[in-house]
């Protein structure tokens, strides 16, 4: 029967071990597999080629994604490193106007310099990417809700243009994950995850993910996937499936909080901007209730000048100041100077990546603590009137 998606957290995938009867998928902590023969392996080879326990976290993310196939890395940016070589010199990739830094970086440092280059527009208006599409462009490559300002892109109409000029859909869902969207079923071709934020869960793990349905796609990605390394541990698979069974519990509380959150920021005079998909003033709103499941838990606001940030950043007590996002943790940082200090201050600026935005991943703790640290770290950040 087919499963709803709080049943297939914890039972798609390989559900159990048939060796042993095993509820959880153990972890197959080996580098290499016993042959019968010459020719004659059991369906393994070699754990950089396939482990079972990575083949189940792979075929998890493939069933949560309503997809065919999936494939897990070492990290987020390992999965999109694989993606991207995908293409050769000469060809372009169309890239939302704000996306995370490390996107960014491995677009202009690394791929740039082997002739594959990218064209920055704002993908949340169709007849931009439209204007954007050209003869070298091979793929339009979004995020929604985009990283750090929360732009919602129409993913279906931009799988509509993409594929009416035969190029790839390439979507990050990292921060809603397939609990709350499924790019899929809405066109994209490519699904990417940074494994590392809620899908695992816990901040104990950093892994990547893709998820597509097409299968000549899929050849050519997992031939990718062997031929440069980059694959996910045993172990590190483990925790992942373990993570992914609270997921759905988890974003409940997640999502609860940030609405709280995101509505107390827009009203209490400490910031002067709220970009969060759940407000209804939000220019995403209308598309996000359209096309995903609830408006996922990153707020990113501009703190009042009347404030300091980089105090009001060593002010609080519970929420953590700290890379990354999508732990059980309340964690905050400042874009500009760690997230997306890899794009250029003129792009920044560009796009609104102030130096007074900060970006906060809303945990599962109490919300009303989390409201009180927020409260008393922008108060003692306030500066002296002269």
Known sequence: MGLRTDSLLIHGGTDG????????????????FKQDGLGQDRGWEYSRTGNPTRAALEKLIADLEHGEYGLAFASG????????????SGDKLVVSDNIYGGTFRILDNVFNNFGITYKIVDTSDPAKIEEAIDEDVKAVYVESPANPLLTVTDIAAAAEIAHRHGKLLIVDNTFLTPYLQRPLTLGADIVIHSGTKYLGGHSDTVSGLIALKDRELADRLYYLQNATGGVLGPWDSFLMIRGIKTLGVRMDRHVKNAERIARWL???????RVYYPGLEEDPGYEIQKKQADGPGAMISFILDEKYDYRSFFSNLKLITLAESLGG??????????MTHAAIPADIRKEVGIADELIRLSVGIEDVEDLIEDLQQAAE???KEVV
């Open 380 to 382: 003692n950040s306030a």
């Open 266 to 272: 827009r009203d209490s005079g400490y910031a002067t």
């Open 77 to 88: 940016l390992a999965a999109i490193n694989t993606v991207l070589s995908l293409f050769k």
């Open 328 to 337: 059980v943790e309340s964690l905050v940082c400042h874009p500009a100077t």
């Open 17 to 32: 071990d048939a060796v042993t009867g095993a509820v959880n998928v153990p972890v197959y902590q080996t580098s290499t």
